[in-house]
């Protein structure tokens, strides 16, 4: 069965600290992989794309690592800000045109 | 461009009733989805649409959820009759459908979401 975990659930830490996100799926054979910021009454924000081909993506304070040979995913937010608090979602595309497979999410909390 | 847009935003009904959420994709996308967002988990996908066709149902749970897309431009998810466990975010989603070139072709753009609430 096609999987994707995200540890931790939630996470709080002081705004300026630099953290990781972490995310792992079962089946190594995907065609891609997303991370998505979630706020409060909003839809979903895609932050980064990792196609299969390739191993990390950066976009200003974040950036997203891809290793599937282990199956695994990080997210690396630099100085957080109290404005990236949301709920992060690693998704998993494992066929173009296919269904993507949703991790629980972490819920980020940055305090002022 | 103009996202994709998604009503109501907020509904509030007793067990038993019926409701029906809309959805109306960025213009020119293929491919829309129905995702049911229970409070503390992913999104689990509902119904996957190739313009007016299904492509994937098979989660959809079909003795209460039914939905359309009849002119392969917006939908409707409708749930007749609502249970407590209902309870959830409906979000939609769409894309530019297979076929396209490149990654932007699998990218999923998504509503804002219908937030139901059954009592």
């Known amino acids: 069965k096609q999987e994707v975990t995200q540890i931790p659930a939630a996470l709080s830490v002081p705004e300026g600290e630099n953290l990781v996100l972490n995310c792992s799926f079962t089946d190594s054979a995907i065609y891609n992989l997303q991370w998505f910021r979630q706020d409060p009454g909003k839809g979903l924000t895609s932050l980064l794309l990792i196609q299969s081909s390739q191993r990390e993506q950066t976009s200003g304070r974040l950036n997203a690592s891809l290793d599937k040979s282990s199956g695994r995913s990080t997210l690396y937010i630099a100085a957080s800000q109290p404005g990236d608090s949301a709920t992060y979602l690693c998704v998993v595309l494992y066929n173009q045109g296919g269904k993507l497979i949703f991790g629980q999410g972490t819920e980020l909390s940055v305090k002022p | 461009e103009a996202g994709v847009a998604q009503s109501p935003r907020y509904k509030i009904i007793e067990k038993r009733q019926s409701v029906a959420f809309w959805c109306n994709p960025i213009?020119?996308?293929?491919?829309l989805y129905w995702y049911q967002q229970i409070l503390g988990q992913g999104p689990k996908l509902l119904i996957q649409?190739?313009?007016?066709?299904?492509?994937?149902d098979s989660q959809l749970p079909k003795d209460r959820f039914s939905a359309e897309r009849l002119k392969g431009v917006d939908s409707t998810l409708k749930i007749q009759p609502a249970k407590l466990e209902d309870s959830a975010v409906y979000l939609c989603?769409?894309?530019?459908?297979?076929?396209?070139?490149?990654?932007?072709?699998?990218?999923?753009?998504f509503g804002p979401g219908t937030r139901l609430t059954v009592l």
């Open positions: 989603a769409s894309s530019p459908g297979v076929g396209r070139t490149g990654g932007r072709a699998d990218t999923q753009y």
């Open positions: 213009s020119g996308h293929a491919t």
């Open positions: 649409f190739q313009n007016n066709g299904v492509v994937d």
